[in-house]
């Protein structure tokens, strides 16, 4: 195993390494005076089970950064195996809602209905984090369902085969 120190000169290998941590692919929506808005991000973890408490980071250099990171309400949808799709979807110059079926929670978050897991938020804390934002939400309520989620490694979306 090579060792680096995690400095300029190393930033492509400094983002190898973390790669070779396999995340799940999320979806965090808001609702804003000019629509519903996304946000693809593989930064989503479970913070504490008592407060139910989740976390995801925006990179501060997002054109959309001000905006979700302003959002007292949000929802973050666990994306499965074939929605793909979804992450191109919302990305800088992606169709984003339009033409999309969606519906709408509680407090007029949009929601996606088939995602494989969602948990509707309310911003909760936010803390600096180098150049991302960590942004922890309160779960007001949560939904899920069977299915496979969508994966990201080593610069590649996939799947997750379980050994048996």
Known sequence: MLEHTPDAENTPAFRAALGCFATGITLVTIATNQGP?????????????????????????????????????????VLRTDDAGMITRFMRGGAGFDGLAHDTNAEGVPILPDALARFDCAQHATHEGGDHLIIVGRVIRFAM????????????????????
């Open 37 to 77: 808005m996304g946000f693809a991000a593989n930064s989503f973890a479970s913070v504490s089970l008592d407060p139910p408490l989740v976390l995801w980071s925006p990179a501060l250099a997002s054109s959309r950064f001000a905006v979700f990171a302003e959002a007292q309400r949000y929802a973050i949808h």
């Open 145 to 164: 369902t069977r299915g496979a989620p969508l994966v990201f490694a080593q610069g590649r979306y996939g799947r997750f085969a379980p050994e048996d």
